[in-house]
């Protein structure tokens, strides 16, 4: 019944842009959390955005200044705008629901994510 799913990846040169879309199923409680995640090849997936049922949002250190992560509630939809993208931010970007309360815990299962590529 619950599902995520992430698009808008592509390929860009340095310096160029894309926005990435997450649509979620049913209703999210306030209690969660929704984050963009990104995992590159050989890597971790790492939290890059995230933001609060009441619109705060916190970014990582890599992306602060160029990603913006944003909610339209009446579509259920979570979006990531990239800007000056960097050949670094070559990814599969993945979104999800964080619990605030209860570390861990996620509301979906992970999708397929969306591929970003930054190359010239």
């Known amino acids: 019944q619950l599902q995520i799913v992430e698009s808008g990846g592509g390929i860009v040169p340095p310096g160029g842009s894309l926005r990435l879309s997450c649509a979620a199923s049913?209703?999210?409680?306030?209690?969660?959390?929704m984050g963009w995640y990104r995992q590159a090849p050989g890597k971790q997936r790492e939290l890059v955005a995230s933001?609060?049922?009441?619109?705060?949002?916190n970014y990582a250190d890599s992306v602060k200044g160029r990603f913006t992560i944003s909610r339209d509630d009446a579509k259920n939809t979570v979006f990531l705008q990239l800007n000056s993208l960097k050949p670094e931010d070559t990814a599969v970007y993945y979104c999800?629901?964080?619990?605030?309360?209860?570390?861990?815990?996620?509301?979906?299962?992970w999708g397929q994510g969306t591929r970003v590529t930054v190359s010239s």
């Open positions: 049913g209703i999210i409680p306030n209690t969660y959390i």
């Open positions: 933001i609060t049922a009441g619109g705060t949002t």
């Open positions: 999800n629901a964080n619990s605030a309360y209860y570390s861990g815990r996620f509301l979906y299962n």
